[in-house]
């Protein structure tokens, strides 16, 4: 007999087979008792019956309780109507370590309870749907810009200054001085653009906001590439190409997992570059049309990103975003100081502003220009402000929000799935 | 014209390209003048005749100084003596930003001054080097442990409590409460093993460690896989072939980057599967034949590591430590109590420790035991106790230092060349 992960069962039609997991659930029809087994690769239907293991195998595995861990040996048997096209005939089932009680029942639980047991909910099937979804998009991101030639450079996540403003930010001691935890490697990025050409951060970011939306993660991941001599128009092309390429990977290895999460997949597989753009001018007048009380100038809420992207099958990007609601570093329409060129991409079906980008102010005066009226220590970004006075080069990039992705990918109502751990106002543990 | 990079220049062989990217070095002899061009792909050299190009592009290209952006248009040429292989015959080339002296001369700079400047001397071919080598590590990782049928589960970094002990932890206030910032993902990789059978993580984690040596960072980055129904001899032998992989890609991917960092390339190429193994207790006698002050229950010093790594030519693992000595989750050997089923894994050459790995604690009484031993706060581990309630099972797994082993693969003296922007004591600028 030889063992294997449910995953690879395929390979092993008509085959004795050993298979160690869990039991996930089981039920009986007398003679027959069907176990439900789980190993962390794939869910299958095992199949006891009891005259032909005799009744001690039968009686013990009746006995078997939900989340017991066992060792399961059987012989691989195509079967149709089965998820996986496969269930196992069974002949014997070694209990590793009876369980108690299962806490987290067929019921419906509360998101708390659920929140409290987030340690044992992972274990259910819509919850590896999801972290298995997540690992792809995470392995599709870095196969796509090692193929476009990028090179990761991890940015620091304990910073001596805030990127965007010192609001919402995790303080903590640092020797003898203050450290906090970054919301964006972005600026470090810049730099390492200036050296190495394309590069791109993937790592956690931290926002202290005391806003309990459900697409708000107080810690989450972020990527973020940064390109030398790519402007705004190549910088959204890229984007396009990325997304799409996510959506792509998914596709091609997650069916499964979007059906467990009774995904629409044909709204999936829309999703193909090149994208819809809309500025921001007509952003706002298509929200004016739709009635909404909102003006130019101002930014955008989730319900506003919500009637945009409902105006469209794909991804949505609005561009050129007026200058005074962006960040200090943005480019500034050549012709049109008023707007930056940026772009922001809108996630279909509700999901919201999934990436952030721009082109970045090349320009040493302008960049002094800006630290200055946003306040911003000059000596903690000197470094910073070193890139614009040795070689400045026009340079663009984005950052895309892993846990909103996954989110819309997966058709989530709640940020709080999204993440292995979330952390949230009010949720620390586990 | 084309545009490319210097990376692809092989393809262009006699054609006429377009490179942006910034001016290394020159030097002229006359009437040619030789141009040191990089773009963050590779490095490149231009030649400029004077009497082809003409007396005022030849004047132009002359007075463009060191990390200046430039524009260069010329011919691939073949030519063996190159590093690359080829060099470019220059028609012209455009300046797109003048920059003032540099501030990273060729001559000998101060670690301090070097570190000041971290983000101008990124652009040096040693550290771009390092960086390229640092991504192929990273993107070999991944893909061991994809092929392997590992899912990613990200670890969170604030945490509520430590995992083993709360010195050198960076604390901060978390809205009415305080958290941690995570020196370990692996408690947290052992209940996602649970729900996914083989798991990983690879995230930064934090030592708010008063140690100012060439192997600790403050913030450094870690890969911790965990497997269910793993034991401690699988768990050797998956980590002998995760770091034969990395080396493996590393030959495969950068070589010319092993050049520019002098590396010794037959010491890498003798790194295969298996390595060599020695139990603490023979490790300990070899300490005291070669005249080490160590008595049996004594932990390793750096010292004490590069010695046992100098009597092999490979990675060697050092099993069966103290259980005194170790983790309170390490599970003892069953006819041998007073050491525990885990092992290090020392890398040649002096760089020390670069895995630390082990089978748990399955055993619920065990587990309990252990946490009252250290004076561990039992609700905050009740996640944790958890998993050893419902279906307990043999599991492994181990953390490998991702900064430790680019030091050891390029041949570096300090951790603090290893990453992108090094966090150390009194080093938290740029
Ligand atoms: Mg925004
Ligand atoms: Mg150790």
Chains 1, 2 share one sequence.
């Not at 027959?32 to 190993?39: E, H, S, T, V």
């Not at 991804?315 to 975003?321: G, R, S």
């Not at 909103?404 to 949230?424: K, N, Q, S």
């Amino acid at each position: 007999m030889v063992e294997t992960r449910i995953a690879d069962i395929a390979k092993f039609e008509g085959q004795e087979v050993i298979i160690k997991g869990w039991l996930y659930n089981k039920r009986s029809s007398g003679k027959i008792l069907f176990l439900q087994i789980r190993d962390g690769s794939g869910f299958i239907q095992g199949v006891m019956v009891k005259n032909e293991v005799g009744e001690e195998i039968f009686e013990k595995a009746k006995e078997i309780t939900q989340e017991s861990s066992i060792i399961v040996y059987g012989t691989v048997k195509r079967e149709e109507r089965a998820p996986s096209g496969f269930e196992l005939i069974l002949k014997d089932v070694e209990l590793v370590h009876l369980a108690p009680t299962y806490p987290i029942a067929k019921k419906e639980h509360g998101v708390d309870f659920l929140m409290d047991h987030r340690h044992l909910w992972l274990r259910s099937p819509r919850q590896v749907a999801i972290m298995r979804v997540r690992n792809t998009i995470v392995n599709a991101t870095r196969e796509f810009f090692d193929k476009n030639g990028f090179t990761l450079i991890d940015a620091p996540i304990l910073t001596p200054s805030a990127c965007e403003g010192t609001t919402n930010l995790f303080e903590t001691e640092y020797f003898d001085t203050k450290a906090y935890l970054s919301q964006s490697g972005q600026l470090y990025m810049e730099a390492a653009a200036m050296a190495l050409g394309k590069v791109y951060c993937f790592g956690p970011t931290f926002r202290a906001e005391k806003s309990k939306t459900r697409r708000h993660l107080i810690e989450f991941w972020m990527i973020e590439p940064e390109m030398a001599y790519v402007e705004f128009e190549e910088n959204l092309q890229i984007q396009e190409q990325f997304v799409s390429y996510i959506v792509e990977k998914v596709l091609e290895k997650n069916l499964a997992d979007l059906k467990v999460l009774d995904r629409d997949i044909s709204k999936l597989e829309n999703i193909k570059a090149p994208f819809p753009r809309i500025t921001y001018d007509d952003a706002i007048k298509l929200l004016q049309e739709k009635g909404e009380d909102i003006k130019w100038g101002d930014d955008f809420g989730a319900p506003h990103e919500t009637i945009i992207a409902e105006s469209f099958d794909k991804p949505v990007f609005v561009t050129h975003y007026p200058t005074e609601i962006k960040a200090f570093y943005m480019k500034p329409h050549p012709q049109r100081p008023e707007v930056v060129l940026a772009a922001d991409l809108i996630a279909p079906e509700g999901y919201g502003e999934i990436i952030g980008g721009s082109e970045r102010i090349a320009d040493l005066d302008l960049l002094l220009k800006r630290i200055e009226e946003h306040n911003l220590p000059k000596e903690a970004y000197q470094w910073y402000i070193d890139l614009r006075t040795y070689g400045s080069v026009p340079h663009s990039g984005f950052g895309l929000g892993l846990e909103r992705t996954v989110a819309w990918i997966c058709g989530l109502d709640h940020v709080r799935e999204t993440i292995p751990f979330p952390r949230l106002l009010n949720r620390l543990y586990p």
